[in-house]
């Protein structure tokens, strides 16, 4: 199993260019999970999907949109990036157990650069 | 608010105990998770205390007291490559499927 794969692993773009992040699991994880992380900082959620069919925002969303392709994919999308879009963006996904436990598998991250 | 405070740094030396700790403040969650992040690298599970009391694993444990409103990661025989940051997280109750992470530790080890 290759677990959480994510494609790009870097990327610069100029300000005002578009760009989508993919990212997929082999795991057959319900739930699957965009995140942002600044240097030096904690994860911020930016979209998430409980299950395929369905997205909902996070703590972030504002210029991000994403698609829940199928169960094994989740992309991001940057329709206009700006500096502050600047960042390593992990992408997860978590089965649920009833009784609360969820784990979330991480993929390697894209690092972007926006000029 | 909903929110999960940690130390931003702590320092300790190889062979030695540290403890992390994570509070927080919210009206309810299903339980706290911790999470080790290498430099450069992914967030990786580390535990789940879905009750109060301590967990156990290996050199880590992970404690929970939702009386006190607080939570810590305890490592054991610190060793070079435990030199990461440590987040806790949450999955608050009438939150959706989502989790909450804290601030985030960073734990240097010494010689």
């Known amino acids: 199993n290759a677990g959480v794969t994510q494609t790009p692993k870097f990327q610069v773009l100029k300000t005002g260019q578009s760009m989508t992040l993919q990212c997929a699991q082999d795991?057959?994880?319900?739930?699957m999970y965009w995140y942002r992380q600044d240097p030096g900082m904690g994860l911020r959620l930016i979209y998430y999907?409980?299950?395929?069919?369905?997205?909902d925002k996070g703590e972030v969303p504002n210029g991000y949109n994403v698609s829940r392709l199928n169960k094994r994919e989740f992309s991001l999308r940057l329709e206009s990036a700006a500096p502050s879009q600047t960042s390593v963006y992990f992408c997860?996904?978590?089965?649920?157990?009833?009784?609360?436990?969820?784990?979330?598998?991480f993929g390697p991250g894209t690092r972007l650069l926006v000029l | 608010g909903q929110s999960l405070e940690q130390p931003s740094e702590v320092t300790a030396v190889e062979g030695a105990i540290v403890q992390i700790n994570c509070t927080y403040q919210?009206?309810?969650?299903?339980?706290l998770s911790w999470y080790q992040q290498h430099d450069g690298g992914a967030p990786t599970f580390l535990s789940y205390?879905?009750?109060?009391g301590l967990e156990e694993t290996g050199r880590f444990s992970s404690f929970l007291s939702r009386s006190d409103s607080y939570g810590y990661l305890l490592l054991q025989e610190l060793q070079m490559k435990d030199s990461a940051s440590y987040f806790c997280?949450?999955?608050?109750?009438?939150?959706?499927?989502?989790?909450?992470f804290g601030t985030g530790t960073q734990l240097k080890v010494e010689l």
């Open positions: 919210t009206s309810g969650f299903y339980g």
């Open positions: 997280a949450v999955r608050f109750t009438g939150g959706g499927n989502k989790l909450t």
């Open positions: 795991m057959n994880h319900n739930s």
């Open positions: 205390n879905g009750l109060d």
């Open positions: 999907s409980a299950s395929e069919g369905t997205t």
């Open positions: 997860a996904s978590s089965v649920l157990i009833t009784t609360g436990v969820e784990t979330q598998y």
